[in-house]
């Protein structure tokens, strides 16, 4: 096949988008992104300042304040042109993440998709919102009684460098669905895709400042929600990040939503169909550099399956073809950043002192022609036991970590407690009605899979992240509107 085409190969220096314009930023803090398959920097940008900040929120304020007085059908029809610019716009978005994060053109597909079909799932909460309000008539003599919902105003939106335009798409149409105006702030590890998904919005007729989009960090996101006009923040990232938002957001009286890191599981069972659990395996331990929230690095073989699981893997695994992902036959791309896949190899380096075995060493693949690309091969590492330390941190890399157990009570015995801080996803690969309904009904963790390798939730349901992997009043996608929208309750007596 042959080598899609960079949208560009250099995107240049880029801007913020505030108050329905790109504006050049005058911030001296010039930062550069480079594309993982060939380690060439492909932007630079600017770090905001305080004042651009704050210029973002008084532009979102303006935004909210028209956008909210916007009739719901207007608002639902905005969305279903929300939804075909993306349509318009799928091939670039879908390259551009590829050469920003690294992902295969495949996954870039996949991703863009899982967006389109969230503005969808807004559309659908738009016109569901007046099913939302409670009427009674003659509650008592003479009195009536109703409830309204209303947009509560501007929030901070924080996406991370591994589901760029997914996050984005988890919170930012769900807010315009209800009434509200948002700024963006992105991860640094991939501006440009941040950049065009917010592209997509520009055209369609929303008012000035209804999305913004700023470069910042740290010390400017935790300005802008300390900002009075800020009612909350939608975050996805590291629980570290989310437990220090949590806190100001405590402080402050703020509402949140907040979506950490997991530390997942695949559980094989012996009467499991080792070939498809696989081919499975593949994605949900491999598929994007691992850099995936709803991945899993660590493989449980149950019973006597262990040996066949583990060559069945270890063969698959090999096969997959690493490279620039733009080449439609790539299996498996490079780590969106160096210093991850450094932090991936010191996970591997710390595992293998912690007493686990190698099986199949990715570590420093030969990539031909992307030698300065930020590359991990499939790992496969075996006899990993309860008690280790790596077992219960993320390697949020193309890992997997093979275990032995006798039986699925011991499983479920050593995953609730092993986690019990964290509750992302698990998964169990069986034939047996029994053993999954067993384990969906006792693993305390909020996303499970059955015969699935990434318990995805589709748009209509909310990512059902437990424990210390979700902080916050709502969680993200469908659900978020809890966030974005207030109840007001009316009492009236008209006798």
Not at 188 to 199: G, K, L, N, S
Not at 262 to 272: E, L, R, T, W, Y
Not at 350 to 358: F, I, Q, S
Not at 390 to 406: C, N, S
């Amino acid at each position: 096949m042959s080598m899609l085409p960079e949208v560009k190969s250099h995107y240049g220096r880029l801007r913020f988008y505030i108050g329905g314009r790109w504006v050049e930023s005058g911030s001296d803090d010039i930062q550069t992104t480079t594309n993982p398959a060939t380690g060439q920097e492909i932007a630079e940008f600017p770090v905001a300042t305080e004042d651009e900040a704050r210029a973002a929120v008084s532009a979102a304020q303006e935004g909210f304040e028209q956008w909210r007085q916007v009739a719901l059908r207007e608002r639902g029809k905005l969305l279903f042109d929300l939804r075909q610019s993306f349509e318009e716009h799928f091939d670039t978005l879908c390259r551009v993440l590829t050469q920003d994060h690294g992902r295969t053109i495949g996954e870039s597909r996949g991703s863009v998709r899982r967006v389109i079909e969230n503005v969808e799932s807004a559309c659908s909460a738009v016109y569901h919102m007046p099913k939302l309000n409670e009427h009674i008539d003659q509650l008592a003599r003479g009195i009536d009684e109703y409830m309204i919902y209303e947009p509560r105003g501007v929030f901070l939106i924080i996406t991370p460098g591994n589901i760029p335009m997914h996050a984005w798409s988890s919170f930012v149409p769900y807010a315009l669905a209800a009434g509200c105006s948002v700024v963006v702030s992105p991860s640094r590890q991939d501006p440009v895709a941040a950049e065009y998904i917010c592209r997509v919005t520009e055209n369609l007729g929303l008012p000035p400042g209804t999305v913004n989009l700023i470069h910042g960090g740290r010390k400017i996101n935790q300005f802008i929600l300390r900002q009075p006009e800020v009612m909350g923040v939608g975050f996805i990232g590291s629980t570290g990040v989310g437990r220090r938002l949590f806190k100001l957001c405590g402080e402050l009286g703020k509402d949140s939503s907040l979506n950490g890191n997991g530390k997942n599981c695949v559980v094989i069972m012996p009467d499991a169909d080792l070939d498809q659990a696989a081919t499975w395996l593949l994605r949900g331990c491999f598929g994007m550099g691992g850099q995936r929230c709803l991945g899993s690095d660590n493989v449980i073989v149950v019973g006597q399956a262990y040996q066949a699981m583990k060559e069945k893997l270890v063969a698959a695994a090999g096969a997959m073809k690493l490279g620039y992902g733009l080449d439609p036959s790539v299996d498996l791309g490079p780590m969106c950043t160096a210093a991850g896949r450094d932090k991936v190899i010191d996970w591997i380096d710390r595992a293998l002192a912690d007493g686990c075995t190698m099986v199949q060493d990715g570590r420093a693949p030969q990539v031909e022609g992307y030698g300065d690309g930020y590359f991990l091969a499939p790992t496969i590492l075996e006899g990993a036991e309860p008690g280790m330390p790596t077992l219960g941190q993320e390697a949020f890399g193309p890992v997997a970590a093979l275990m032995r157990m006798d039986d699925l009570d011991q499983v479920i015995a050593w995953h609730n407690q092993a986690n019990h801080d964290q509750g992302h996803s698990a998964c169990i690969m069986t034939q047996s009605g029994k053993d999954a309904r067993k384990f969906v009904a006792e693993m305390e963790t909020g996303n499970i899979g059955v015969n699935v390798a990434v318990p995805q939730p589709y748009a209509f349901f909310p990512l059902g992240s437990k424990k210390q992997s979700f902080l916050g009043t709502a969680k993200s996608r469908l659900a978020s509107m809890r966030l974005f929208l207030d109840e007001k309750t009316v009492t009236s007596r008209w006798v």
